[in-house]
């Protein structure tokens, strides 16, 4: 039995998480939010104390990544998530949390050491995957690859509306200086750097909204995994 793998990879804040659970319940998929993973690991090394110690304590670092105690919970609304038990569902979407998941994110060995994590999550009848390397790096044998980008002004803008929408005091101009510094330390580090595959279809979600974005996905999926 074949199963299906869709990877839906781009920059912060193109939306691409919330389509990938829109996908993912859809075509009645498994999900994985490889960024939830990133920013679990950084949330831990900060707390830790070894977020600034990447060099000099990597095997510290590599031993967390290893032994990470994460759950995912889901609810009838929206996936839980949890560190050492405790719930950290919204403080891993905060823009702090954000930068520690990009710092680890650049670290070589650390990636390493959450792939075989991520390979797990392929199971029947399908996966659909959301992140900046999983079509590039994770699962370059998907059927189905997108590559959802947006410009930094209009992330930013969305971003803004998120996180009020949480209850958090947010800055535009902070938002939109924190959004292009993560793109370029995503686009410019050494391993799996943020880019389209080859053979993705890349959307760009500026000038459109999510319910155009998600028909154009549903319709170039169906034209690969027929």
């Given amino acids: 039995m074949t199963v299906h793998i869709i990877t839906i990879d781009g920059p912060s804040g193109s939306g691409k998480g919330t389509l990938a659970a829109k996908i993912a319940a859809h075509y009645h998929f498994n999900l994985l939010d490889s960024g939830a993973l990133y920013r679990l690991l950084g949330l831990s090394l900060f707390q830790k104390g070894l977020l600034d110690q990447l060099d000099t304590a990597l095997s510290q670092c590599v031993d967390c990544a290893l032994n990470l105690n994460i759950e995912f919970k889901s609810t009838e609304n929206s996936i839980l998530i949890f560190l050492d038990g ?94 292009q510094a993560r793109d370029k330390r995503d686009m410019e580090r050494t391993v799996a750097p943020l880019k389209p595959a080859d053979d993705a279809y890349i959307i760009d979600s500026s000038t459109i909204g999510i319910d155009e974005v998600f028909q154009l996905m549903v319709d170039y999926i169906n034209s690969c995994i027929k």
């Fill in 86 to 179: 405790i719930d950290v569902t919204n403080t891993i979407r905060t823009e702090q949390v954000g930068e520690y998941a990009s710092k680890v994110a650049a670290v070589p060995e650390l990636r390493k050491a959450l792939f075989e994590r991520q390979r797990a999550f392929i199971q029947a009848p399908g996966l659909v995957a959301d992140g900046r390397d999983m079509a590039t790096s994770i699962f370059p044998e998907a059927q189905a690859k997108i590559y959802l980008t947006a410009s930094a002004e209009s992330r930013a803008e969305r971003r803004v509306k998120q996180l009020q929408g949480m209850g958090l005091d947010a800055k535009i101009s902070d938002i939109l200086s924190n959004i």
